[in-house]
């Protein structure tokens, strides 16, 4: 996540405020998706507002690997999970704004989340290049990007660069104020 495009601290607090499921439900917006026993990214996860929401769809046998940029925002989201009892679940870090650094979970993902978080990014393509080796063959990826805050062309250009980095766009999901789109990692071809 760009340092000069890093949501401030400040909002975090505004992005976790529960009347915020009035118009984007985690449940509604990650549910389809994520299910009991997966392993699942939440990258940018500020103060954790789909961070929480996953930890129980996937529940004790499943994870929810948080990351962020900015150490504040994890601290956040770590104290709001242990109050929740869900801290067992999570797995938050801080990270560097140029990667996941996640090279030891390649290919055991099910499912990642990039809420508002890839205008934000310095390389969108190196980032694309990761997610695709975290996830298994056939796992799923959401990307929103807030309407107003980023244009339609560039969400065109995000979408261009998860395809040039082997995702295949499969459905645009309606998200309140967002721009969206479903990705998939292709499942491995029967023989």
Known sequence: MHEDRTCPV?????LVNPLR???QNPDRIVGPYVKKGMT??????????F???MARMVGPEGRVIALDVQEKMVEK???????AGLADVIEAQ????????????????DFILAFAVIHEVP????????????LKPGGKMLIAEPRGHVDGAAFRETLETARRNGFKVMDAPKIF??????AQKPPMPLH
């Open 123 to 134: 390389e969108p393509d190196r980032h694309f290049q990761e997610f695709y080796a975290l």
């Open 77 to 83: 989201l770590l104290k709001r999970a242990r109050k």
């Open 177 to 182: 104020r967002s721009y969206s789109a479903l």
């Open 21 to 23: 499921t009035l118009y």
């Open 10 to 14: 400040w909002v975090g607090y505004l």
């Open 51 to 53: 961070t929480l929401a």
């Open 94 to 109: 801080v990270i560097p704004a140029g990667t996941a650094d996640l090279e030891d979970r390649e290919g055991t993902l």
């Open 40 to 49: 699942v990214l939440d990258f940018g996860c500020a103060m954790g507002f």
